[in-house]
């Protein structure tokens, strides 16, 4: 079904070398980031404690930080968690205090605030086990993409399998570079939401090259240009109306989700924006630039220009 239909084909591979170049750049400013700043991992990742409260009316999220200051641990996180009322603290990994006298200084420190407050949650997250986190994330991740090679190469052909993995990879390599440079909160639920970009960005890619594998057997006589430019323009209906969709309820979810959900959601909507992007903008470019020919997937090659002319 289409909403719409776009008569005649947009010339979207006549800018890819302008697309080549912005995509290079923020390749380029991404990896500086990670490089120069890092990740702000979370506790999931670097381990540390998260003490869950709930006030009886609106907190005070400066005051409770000042106040916690008394305890002298460093980098300590204070911040309202789903509503004003409900507080959320992160603190580093100290191996010199239990989980319970940690619970008890911050109940001891808070109470003097006059607010009466009930703690929810204590969670503890050791240095190993954070350790091991990210490296089982890491490795979620190659997994993925080598999944995606191997899926690709089997339905489409080597080529599309490297210009798909090039186009995600150039998606997550962004996130991260946002959440990098805006030194955003990097945990295990952003981590889902950059596994789920890859399969979502993967998604659109085997639409469009399908669409392209079909075009390169009936535009026999076409370039290898028109062929891409028709292919993109005719998934074009598809790909809005599934992003938009898919964009709103993330977007409501960044709105409306809470303290938990929001990088969560801020990952997949940068993610899914820059989705659209490189599948139409990276994916078949690259795959051009590879050499992807009507030989390689109809069995034939293009007449040439004076053959067409000529042509009954």
């Not at 120069?36 to 999220?61: C, M, P, W």
């Not at 979810?253 to 959601?265: Q, R, V, W």
Request: hydrophobic fraction near 50%; proline fraction near 2%; include cysteine.
């Amino acid at each position: 079904m289409e909403i719409f239909r776009v008569k005649n084909d947009i010339p979207f591979l006549k800018y890819r070398k302008i697309a080549a170049f912005i995509s290079i750049i923020t390749f380029i400013l991404a990896f500086f980031f990670l490089f120069q700043k890092g990740l702000n991992y979370g506790v999931d990742f670097t381990g540390g404690t998260i003490i869950e409260i709930s006030y009886e009316e609106k907190a005070n999220v400066d005051e409770i930080r000042g106040q916690l200051t008394q305890i002298n641990l460093n980098e300590i996180q204070v911040q309202n968690f789903g509503t004003d009322k409900d507080v959320l603290i992160r603190m580093p990994l100290n191996e010199d205090i239990s989980i319970a006298e940690l619970s008890e200084l911050v109940n001891q420190e808070l109470s003097k605030l006059n607010n009466p407050f009930e703690i929810k949650r204590v969670e503890s997250v050791g240095g190993q086990v954070g350790e091991e986190l990210f490296e089982n994330g890491a490795l979620a991740i190659l997994f993925v993409c080598l999944g995606i090679i191997l899926y690709l190469s089997l339905r489409f052909e080597w080529r599309f399998a490297l210009a798909a993995v090039v186009a995600n990879m150039h998606d997550v390599i962004i996130i991260l570079g946002f959440f990098a440079f805006f030194q955003w909160e990097f945990n295990l639920t952003v981590l889902a939401a950059v596994l789920a970009v890859l399969g979502y960005s993967v998604n659109e890619s085997v639409v469009v090259f399908d669409r392209v594998r079909e075009n390169f057997k009936k535009m026999r006589r076409s370039s290898v240009i028109d062929v891409m430019n028709n292919a993109i323009t005719r998934t074009m209906s598809r790909t809005i109306m599934t992003h938009l969709s898919t964009q709103t309820v993330v977007i409501s979810m960044l709105i409306f989700g809470g303290e938990i959900l929001h990088n969560f959601s801020l990952a997949l909507t940068i993610g899914i924006l820059f989705g659209i992007y490189s599948s139409i903008m990276v994916g078949c470019p690259m795959a051009l630039w590879l050499g992807t020919n009507h030989s390689n997937l109809a069995g034939s090659t293009p007449q040439k220009k004076e053959e067409m002319e000529t042509a009954p």
